[in-house]
């Protein structure tokens, strides 16, 4: 597929996309989300896709939300339309098996904010700028905000933030735990990347295996959750990842993993 409003590379096993608008902030026009949809399939489909990490071209922003000139023409149905194709593309971002990381380089707001929000984790930059500012437009975050962000930061807060329309600092969104990070400008890609490059070693049915209880187990109670973990643990167990990564801890080696399964 071309992409045309997005960047996408590799590096090893690293896919990077970057979101590519940067006159108009990154924003999030129906064009992009399509090609952003694409891209999350192509990643789904290689295997040898390990990480990904999201960011914005440009150093202002890395997305300032849904394109304001598209939403404004939008009558009720053809709203609905958007918001489901918005939430759709973040579900196949929150769904995808791998881990997905993202680089704050700037303003997130609106759908660049609900776009932070279903990556597994962020850093951002000194000078990013998070919030869901749509009440000030006259209109709610569409993109799946007003549930994740108050499911990750509490309800109080979130509806602070999606009450006033005002932004935070990254310096605030680290306090509130919607980034785990806050880096100069400038060293902020490298350290996602050696973040990245960390997962990146580890055993890949693991590394699914992880996220995918996390991910369903957040969303269930806690007995359902532990069961999911103990299965998927016995899973681990029997792949050819728990064989090497214990005899290597016990032959004081560093392991190297090929995520086989016993036969
Ligand atoms: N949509 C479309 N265009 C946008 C945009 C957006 N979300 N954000 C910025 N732009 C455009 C501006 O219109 C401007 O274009 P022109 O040069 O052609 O006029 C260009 O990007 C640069 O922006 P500014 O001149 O405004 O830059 P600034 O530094 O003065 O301000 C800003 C930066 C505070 C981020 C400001 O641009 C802003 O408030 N942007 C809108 C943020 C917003 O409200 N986002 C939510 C969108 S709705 C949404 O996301 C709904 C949802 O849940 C899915």
Redesign the pocket.
């Known amino acids: 597929m071309k992409y045309e409003h997005l960047i996408f590379s590799m590096e090893d096993n690293i896919a990077l996309i970057t979101f590519n608008r940067p006159?108009?902030?990154n924003?999030?026009?129906s064009e992009l989300l399509d090609e952003f949809t694409g891209a999350l399939d192509q990643i789904k489909r290689d295997e040898n896709i390990r990480v990904l990490i999201l960011t914005g071209a440009g150093d202002?922003?890395f997305v300032?939300?849904?394109?304001?000139?598209?939403?404004s023409a939008c009558n009720t149905l053809s709203a609905r339309l958007?918001?489901e194709k918005?939430q759709h593309v973040i579900g196949k971002l929150q769904g995808l098996s791998i881990p997905a990381i993202a680089a704050v380089n700037g303003?997130a707001?609106?759908?660049?904010?609900?776009i932070v929000l279903a990556c597994d984790f962020a850093y951002a930059s000194e000078t990013a700028?998070l919030?869901?500012?749509?009440i000030?437009?006259g209109?709610?975050?569409?993109?799946?905000?007003t549930q994740r962000l108050a499911r990750l930061i509490g309800t109080a807060r979130a509806k602070e933030m999606i009450f006033t329309?005002n932004?935070i600092s990254a310096g605030k969104a680290l306090e509130y735990g919607i980034i785990n990070k806050v880096l100069a400008p400038e060293l902020l890609l490298d350290e996602v990347k050696k973040t990245a490059k960390i997962i990146e070693s580890m055993g890949k049915v693991s590394l699914r295996a992880a996220k995918e209880v996390i991910n369903i187990g957040m969303n269930a109670d806690l007995d359902t959750g532990l069961a999911l973990e103990a299965g998927a643990f016995a899973i681990c167990m029997a792949g050819e990842d728990a064989r090497e990564g214990t005899s290597a801890f016990l032959e004081k080696r560093k392991p190297v993993f090929k995520g086989g399964f016993r036969g």
């Open positions: 006159k108009k902030l924003a999030l026009n202002k922003a300032a939300g849904a394109d304001i000139k598209e939403i958007f918001a918005g303003y707001l609106g759908g660049g904010c609900e700028m919030g869901l500012p749509e000030t437009l209109i709610i975050p569409g993109f799946g905000g329309g932004m």
